[in-house]
């Protein structure tokens, strides 16, 4: 404990918090939802490897069922909608085509929830990729715009669905930006992604500054394509 903690605790009050004060969240059930796909795959066996209680979601439980089978770790599969209902925390892992509508869908069972958006909405073409421009802003705030009774946070945007799927890989080496209006929620999600052995989460802002963080995918591709690589990014001086 520093000596202004202990002299706060000594006069009664509650001591500073520090950023790196994170709550436990071990005992958090964590559903995916299209958590049939690479992405979703990868989040979830990652998080469940962890100890974490893990659903994945599809919009086929069948679907949802056999991918949980061979995810193993305990992770169990339902319908996106159950999924939902069922978890205290919600990645949203699917194409950003299909989510506007999949989210307005769910608004009943993801309300009180925390939910956490990872889409990246991306154009393709012959130059490669390149960030579209939602009208919200970003697939983040479109997900807070359509979930009001949410705690809409982003982040998981930069990772690589082929190294978190791969199980010779043991660590995930990345800083995973977790925004959000939510301090407490920011906090859930940074301690989720301090689960998994490599990553860390660090705060990086309100959702209004969630555009970059997902148009940047678009840059960490290109990265990819010339050094046929799986880039992440660290954060320095924090
Ligand atoms: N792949 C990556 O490396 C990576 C990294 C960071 C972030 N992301 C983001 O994560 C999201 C998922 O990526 P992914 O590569 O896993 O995508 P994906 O395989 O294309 O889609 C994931 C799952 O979403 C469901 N889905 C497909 N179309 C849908 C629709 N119109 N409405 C509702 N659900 C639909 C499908 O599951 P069911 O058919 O079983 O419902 C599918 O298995 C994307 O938004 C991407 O930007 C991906």
């Given at each position: 404990m520093s000596?202004?903690?202990?002299a706060?605790?000594?006069?009664?009050?509650?001591?500073?918090?520090?950023?790196?004060?994170?709550?436990?969240?071990?005992?958090?059930?964590?559903?995916v939802?299209g958590g049939?796909g690479p992405?979703?795959?990868?989040?979830?066996?990652?998080?469940?490897?962890?100890?974490q209680?893990?659903?994945?979601?599809?919009r086929?439980?069948?679907?949802?069922?056999?991918?949980?089978?061979e995810?193993?770790?305990?992770?169990?599969?339902?319908?996106?909608?159950?999924?939902?209902?069922?978890?205290d925390?919600v990645?949203?892992?699917v194409?950003?085509e299909?989510?506007?509508e999949l989210?307005?869908a769910?608004?009943?069972?993801?309300a009180?929830k925390?939910?956490v958006?990872?889409?990246?909405?991306l154009?393709?073409d012959?130059?490669?990729?390149?960030?579209?421009?939602p009208?919200?802003?970003s697939?983040?705030?479109q997900?807070?715009a359509?979930?009001?009774?949410?705690r809409?946070?982003?982040?998981f945007h930069?990772l690589s669905?082929v190294l978190?799927?791969?199980?010779e890989?043991?660590?995930i080496?990345i800083d995973?930006?977790v925004?959000?209006?939510?301090r407490?929620?920011?906090?859930t999600?940074?301690?989720?992604?301090?689960?998994?052995?490599g990553?860390?989460g660090?705060?990086a802002?309100?959702?209004?500054?969630?555009h970059?963080?997902e148009?940047?995918?678009?840059?960490?591709?290109?990265v990819?394509?010339r050094?046929?690589a799986?880039?992440?990014?660290r954060?320095?001086?924090?």
């Amino acid at each position: 404990m520093s000596t202004s903690d202990a002299a706060s605790a000594a006069a009664g009050a509650t001591p500073a918090r520090t950023p790196f004060d994170l709550p436990d969240v071990s005992g958090l059930v964590v559903g995916v939802l299209g958590g049939t796909g690479p992405q979703g795959r990868g989040l979830a066996y990652r998080l469940a490897k962890a100890g974490q209680r893990v659903v994945v979601g599809s919009r086929s439980a069948e679907r949802a069922a056999a991918a949980a089978a061979e995810l193993g770790h305990g992770v169990e599969g339902a319908d996106n909608a159950s999924t939902a209902a069922r978890a205290d925390v919600v990645i949203v892992a699917v194409p950003w085509e299909g989510h506007g509508e999949l989210l307005a869908a769910l608004r009943a069972e993801l309300a009180g929830k925390i939910v956490v958006d990872c889409v990246n909405p991306l154009g393709f073409d012959k130059q490669g990729a390149y960030a579209l421009k939602p009208e919200e802003g970003s697939a983040a705030q479109q997900a807070a715009a359509l979930l009001p009774e949410s705690r809409v946070t982003a982040a998981f945007h930069h990772l690589s669905a082929v190294l978190l799927e791969d199980r010779e890989v043991e660590e995930i080496d990345i800083d995973v930006l977790v925004l959000g209006e939510d301090r407490a929620a920011t906090d859930t999600v940074q301690a989720l992604a301090d689960r998994i052995p490599g990553m860390r989460g660090v705060f990086a802002g309100r959702l209004r500054n969630a555009h970059q963080v997902e148009s940047l995918v678009a840059n960490l591709i290109s990265v990819n394509r010339r050094y046929k690589a799986h880039a992440g990014l660290r954060i320095t001086d924090v």
